[in-house]
Every structure is written in C-alpha cells, then in structure tokens.
C-alpha cells in the first residue's frame, strides 16, 4: 500500500512535465455549453478540421474519441491551404469506453511545424477501427452588440465529404518552446470621444499586453493593466485594442508592449494625436444692430481717409510630429525584409536595421514626402537570425516619429520555397519604365502612366492608388485606379499646382510608388486653348495656303479665257 501511494505521488509529481513535453495548450474548442454529438470516423466519409493556427508554430493538437472496440491505428495529416501534405502522425487509438463528450487523444508531431497564423489549415482524420467515434459541437459563436468581429474560422471547421459543416470537431492546438518575439502590425488609433481613444494591432501570436502613455515629449506616466490572458490578434483572425482616458487636443507618445506565453517580449513605440473638443453650434439668438444716430458723424476725418491695412494672421507653427501607425512586416525571407507603415501627414522615411543589441546592420531612406511609406532591405541580413526595424518620419516642420517593430528571418529550409524577390530596380530604371505622365490639357487635369507599371517591376493587384497633394503638402484628392486602367481621367481640380504620387496596390493595405513624386499644373480654359497656340497658328496656315491656292488657280484659268469677236 506505501509504495503504491509512492508511485502515486511520483506520477503526480511527474504530470506537469508530461504535459510540459507536449507543449503548451494555447487554444481549445471543447465547448460544454454546447451538446456535443458524435460521428463514425470509418464510414462518415473524408473528414478534416479547417481550422487558423493564430500562431507562429504548431507542435500538435487534441482531439476528442471514444472507442467501444478495440485498439487500432489513426491517421492524421496536416496539410496547408492548398491541401498540400505537410506532416502526419499514426496513432494507436486504444479502447475507449464512450462517455459524454468523449476522451481526449493527443496528437503531437514529430517535430514542430512552421505555421502563419492567419492561412486556413486542414487536418485529415482517416481510421479503419469501425467504432472509432469522433466529437463535435456547433461552432457558432455569439458576439456581443459592442464586440469586434472575429474570423468565423476562429473555433474552427469540420468539413465532411467536400462541404464545410455548422459545427467543428473538438480540438486543442498546443506550440512548443520558441524563442522569437511576437511581431505587432497594423497599429491603429481611433478617437472613441474627446476623453477617450483606442488603440487597434495585430501579432503573429496570442499574446498579453499593456500600454504606458504620456504627453509627447514628457514621460509615460499613465498605464494599463496586463490583461491577463493570452489573446488571438493575428491580421484577418482577430483584431486585439486597448482603451486609454487623454485630454482632448493634446500630443502624445506610447509604448505598447506585448509577451507571449513563452515570456518573449516585444514593444514598439509612437505618437498619437487625441480628439478635439466638440464645441456646441450656435443657438441662432438675435443679434443687437446699432443703428447710427442724426448727430453722428458718418464723413471720415482726413486720418479715416487711408484704407485699412489688413495683416495676415499668422499659421501656427507646427509642433505636432507625424503619427505612425499600421507599421508592418510586409515581407519576410532569409536575407530581406520589407517594412511598411502609415503617417497621418506627408513625412519622409527611413529604416534601420539593427541587432536586439542596437548594433547597426543597414539601413534605408527615401525623401518622399508622403502618407504611405515602403522601404526595402534586398539582401544582406542573416538567415534565422532576430532583428529590430527603427522606422522614423520627418514632417515638412521637422518634426520626427519614431516606432520600432522585431522580427526574425526565415531559416534557409523554409525560404528556399519561396520566390526570390524581385530585385528592386534602381531610380533610373524605374522611371524609364514606369512613368507617370502629368497632363494640363485636360479639365481639372489627369495623370496617367506606363501599362509595366507594377511598382517596384511587381504586379498591382488591386490596381493603383493616386493621391494628390497641394504645394502645403495637405492631401486634396485619392483617386483608385481598378487594375487594367493607367489613368485617373479628368481629376476636376481647381486651378492651381500639384504634387502627385501614383502607388501600385499590392494588397493587403501594401501601396509602392511606381515613381517619383511628379508636378501636375491644373491651368484655366484660356491658359489649356492657349498652349494650343502653335497648332492652331499651323491649322491657320494651312487654311490660308489653301485659300490661296485656290485664288491663284483661278486667276490663272480666267487670264487664259479669251474672248470670242464675232
């Protein structure tokens, strides 16, 4: 009895580490407010859970069985979105009593598998033992009037026969020991109230966050709590926000910090402007009008007679550096990355590439004043290795922005699937076969360009993107172009001069310049008929040179015509 109660113990003992071995169990549909049924894995036809990992590695998954025969063998093939088989694991499935909800089975791969968390997984499940009985429960899931939208793949899907079912098998995903930060994208600020904004990001993995803010220039003496809890926030599954009180019309800085389960942190830093003050309009009450008296004089003295002078009001100087938000890896092999983000204002770009350690690798700039930034390392990083990317704009005041995102290379295994990129042309190639054409001649004035045009010699997937700003730098007009067109027509702007940049879609909220920033002068319709000067004097003389021909081919023919005597 005292060395059964040892070995009790010792396997109590030992249980973590068993569990521990499989990895950690980040995410579980096993819903028990549900009724969950079950179905003959031999004769219910091909089965697969659809399902998206919301992670960066998946080492295995759960299952629920039960089986009232006897012991056999599973098999379970995990293949990606093109249904292209990735890895697969047999195993023996003993005898299972059934039981409500059935028994949990775990299936762990024999290493751990490379995943992009928002990519449509299939795992197959294929077993000959005829009483092998797999679980399911409905996957619709109800959300609250106030609560984001997530994907509806987030509990997963079973597909049976070819069609996609209203329920979802039960399952478990669990990730192994890594070591890689979390990469944050897509920030995002919206204004909730004047007291009030939100910040919106996604990662490549659940994560824990906090944000620390305060006044732009000053200190972070404001923050929020961690929440807690481990939440899905990869791009297209889940969107992951953060609600912070501010004073309405104030500047300030932030630090959002991310940890996943595995205690691997990442932050990145930036400005955000709060929301103004929202002034009640007039109540329209009456205005007092003073009416001038007999006796008041209305003749000005002699110094009434010099006309006012009216000064200007001055601008006021702009303090306010440039919001960055919607900073992203776009792009990620073993030797090069591309890194995009967004400015509220036209601002210029730089990119650093630096070593956790802040040792300078490389870096990128461009002069650009503009709303979308681009900058591409071709080559030159290491494979598997951990860098930080130190984004900065500078606004038309000199004012700066910095934030900073990390990511990790490719390992050389995985990155030789993938297409080489296209090696980025220089400026000179680019605008010889990707010119953008400004035009006056035309209402309001158009622009067109080059059919190669794809930014960068890539491919425009959803079209182009033109924005149009005035000599202050403020942004007057976008315009999207649907792909095949490579113009914007008649843009109808008023007379005037223009910068203008045409942007290849590449989708994904991706935009690359396909040129330098071009001049665009909108001109009036007698400036647009006069530069059609020099035609029209040609049309002229040609018109007279005819006229004249004719003139002299008819005094010629009346000077031979001689008069008949009778």
Not at 325 to 347: G, Q
Request: aromatic fraction near 10%; charge should be negative.
């Amino acid at each position: 009895m005292k060395k059964r109660l040892i070995i009790q113990s010792a396997l109590l003992f030992l249980l973590p580490l068993f569990i521990f071995a499989q990895g950690v169990n980040y995410f579980e549909f096993n819903p028990d407010y549900f009724k969950t049924k079950s179905l003959n894995v031999s004769s219910g036809g091909l089965l697969y859970e659809i399902f998206l990992p919301a992670n960066e590695f998946l080492g295995g998954a759960d299952f629920w069985f039960d089986n009232a025969g006897s012991s056999g063998l599973a098999i379970f093939e995990l293949r990606d979105q093109n249904n292209n088989l990735i890895t697969s694991k047999n195993i023996t499935i003993p005898h299972i009593d059934p039981v409500s909800g059935g028994q949990r089975v775990h299936v762990g791969w024999n290493s751990q598998v490379p995943v992009v968390s928002n990519d449509k997984y299939r795992i197959k499940i294929s077993s000959a033992l005829p009483q092998l009985q797999i679980y399911y429960a409905d996957r619709i899931k109800f959300l609250g009037h106030n609560e984001p939208h997530i994907s509806d793949y987030i509990n997963g899907a079973a597909e049976v026969n070819g069609e996609e079912q209203q329920f979802s098998f039960k399952y478990a995903l669990y990730e192994s020991n890594e070591s890689s930060v979390p990469l944050i994208s897509n920030i995002a600020w919206a204004v909730i109230s004047e007291n009030q904004m939100r910040i919106d990001f996604n990662t490549n993995e659940p994560v824990d966050f906090r944000i620390e803010y305060g006044l732009s220039g000053q200190d972070y003496s404001q923050t929020t709590n961690w929440t807690g809890e481990y939440q899905f926030c990869s791009e297209g599954v889940a969107t992951c926000n953060l609600f912070v009180n501010v004073i309405p019309n104030t500047a300030y800085q932030y630090t959002l910090t991310v940890n996943d389960s595995w205690g691997n942190q990442n932050q990145v830093n930036g400005t955000f402007e709060s929301g103004q003050i929202q002034t009640p309009s007039p109540t329209g009450e009456p205005t007092l009008t003073l009416t001038p008296t007999p006796t008041t004089s209305l003749t000005p003295t002699p110094s009434d007679t010099t006309p006012p002078t009216s000064s200007p009001t001055p601008l006021p100087a702009d303090n306010i550096p440039p919001a960055i938000s919607n900073l992203r890896v776009v792009l990620l092999t073993d030797t090069s990355v591309e890194i995009a983000w967004t400015t509220n204002e036209v601002a210029n770009s730089h990119l650093l590439i630096s070593t956790p350690f802040l040792i300078t690798i490389t870096d990128k700039s461009d002069p650009t004043m503009e709303l979308e930034h681009l900058l591409k390392i071709n080559g030159g990083l290491g494979a598997n290795v951990a860098y930080v990317a130190t984004v900065t704009s500078i606004d038309q005041g000199s004012n700066k922005s910095q934030s900073k995102i990390s990511f990790t290379t490719l390992p050389p295994i995985i990155s030789s699937n993938l297409s080489s990129p296209t090696p980025e042309p220089s400026n000179q190639s680019n605008q010889q076969s990707n010119q953008v054409t400004p035009s006056s001649f035309t209402s309001g004035g158009l622009v067109q360009w080059d059919q190669s045009s794809g930014g960068g010699g890539g491919v425009a997937r959803d079209g182009y993107r033109v924005d149009i700003f005035d000599q202050e730098g403020h942004l007057v007009k976008t315009v999207n172009v649907s792909a095949g067109s490579y113009d914007t027509g008649s843009l109808g702007l008023e007379k005037g001069d223009y910068n203008v940049i045409v942007y290849a879609n590449k989708g994904e909220g991706v935009f690359e310049k396909i040129d330098q920033p071009v001049t665009l002068e909108v001109k009036s319709f007698w400036q647009r008929l006069l530069g059609f000067w020099p035609v029209l004097i040609l049309a002229l003389a040609g018109i007279g040179y005819v006229f004249w021909k004719n003139y002299k081919s008819k005094n010629k023919t009346s000077q031979n015509i001689k008069p008949v005597l009778p």
